[in-house]
C-alpha cells in the first residue's frame, strides 16, 4: 500500500511513523514544504525570544533517522493540488527547489492539519 502524508511537523511525522509501525510493508512518503521534518513547533517562540541558541534542539527525527525507518521524506516540496477522480488519487503540480515534479500516484492520503 502506498501512502502519502502532506505536512512533516508533529502530526504528519506522528502519522508516518505510527502507519509504518502498523503496516511494515507499504510505502510512507511524507511532504513537506519546510527545510526539516519532525521539529517542535511548538518550541519557536521559546527559540525566537532567545531561551536558546542552536535551533537543532528544536529537531526530534532526522530525514536520515525517518529513512532508516522506511519513510521517504521529501522536503521543501509544496503539494499544490489533489486530484481525486472516479476513485484514483493523484498529487499533482508539486513545486520543489528544482522545478516541477509530475503527477504521483497514491492510494491513501493524510493531510497534517
Known sequence: MKIVIIGGVAAGAKAAAKIKRLLPNSSVDIYTDDTHVSYSACGLPYYIEGNFSDYRALLVRS????????IDVHLETKVEKILLRGGA????QFKQVKGLIPNYKIGNLSLEL
Not at 89 to 92: A, D, F, G, Q, V
Open 63 to 70: 530525514v536520515e533517522e525517518f529513512k532508516e525507518a522506511g
Open 89 to 92: 488519487k493523484r498529487l499533482s
